[in-house]
T-cell receptor, first 116, second 113 residues
Framework: GAVVSQHPSWVICKSGTSVKIECRSL??????MFWYRQFPKQSLMLMAT?????????EQGVEKDKFLINHASLTLSTLTVTSAHPEDSSFYIC????????????FGQGTRLTVV | GENVEQHPSTLSVQEGDSAVIKCTYS??????FPWYKQELGKGPQLIIDIRSNVGEKKDQRIAVTLNKTAKHFSLHITETQPEDSAVYFC????????????FGAGTRLFVKA
């Protein structure tokens, strides 16, 4: 089946530093990847849509300069949380859409970010 | 944009009983409705999905129904087991919005042994 690998699974960083999270589709090509944020006991909130070779589309209220997204290849998208603050602490999850299966999306295992 | 509502937020059942989770969606253009199971500290796992040209789909103990006219879809789990305990999310996506997957608020299912 389709596998999406997200790395790291957890990270602790100091306030003011930047953190990069990778999302890879291992056995399929993904022209589109999505980044979600999930607070404890809440649903997944879409942050942005990442398209290979073009700029990401951000949802309303999401700061594009704070959450930098790069989708340089059909199998890799990265999310960089810049100048992280404690309120950025959250569970970040990516999903990737298989180029062959337009509607289905497969999720990574998530990254727990803690900013201290 | 699309909005997905999910009920109940919490559901507690006895092992062996059935569990039903209901969702409604707002965008009539949505045509794909996946259901995800999320365990603590993990990403969502697709358990079943249904497309708008189908009214019902079943996979062993799990079934999903879709009423396009009413914009309702439901998840049915029969013969529940303790390992079914998790958070379940319904979702909707479609041609509009670039096939973004919009999630419901989630249902925390407890199956008591």
């Amino acid at each position: 089946g389709a596998v999406v690998s997200q790395h790291p699974s957890w990270v602790i960083c100091k306030s003011g530093t930047s953190v990069k999270i990778e999302c890879r589709s291992l056995d399929f090509q993904a022209t589109t990847m999505f980044w979600y944020r999930q607070f404890p006991k809440q649903s997944l909130m879409l942050m942005a849509t990442s398209n290979e070779g073009s700029k990401a589309t951000y949802e309303q209220g999401v700061e594009k300069d704070k959450f930098l997204i790069n989708h340089a290849s059909l199998t890799l998208s990265t999310l960089t949380v810049t100048s992280a603050h404690p309120e950025d602490s959250s569970f970040y999850i990516c999903s990737a859409r298989d180029i062959q299966k337009v509607t289905e999306a497969f999720f990574g295992q998530g990254t727990r970010l803690t900013v201290v | 944009g699309e909005n997905v509502e999910q009920h109940p937020s919490t559901l507690s059942v006895q092992e062996g009983d059935s569990a039903v989770i209901k969702c409604t969606y707002s965008d009539s253009a949505s045509n794909y409705f996946p259901w995800y199971k999320q365990e603590l500290g993990k990403g969502p796992q697709l358990i079943i999905d249904i497309r708008s040209n189908v009214g019902e789909k079943k996979d062993q103990r799990i079934a999903v129904t879709l009423n396009k006219t009413a914009k309702h879809f439901s998840l049915h789990i029969t013969e529940t087991q303790p390992e079914d305990s998790a958070v379940y999310f319904c979702a909707a996506s479609g041609n509009t919005g670039g096939f973004k997957t919009i999630f419901g608020a989630g249902t925390r299912l407890f199956v008591k042994a």
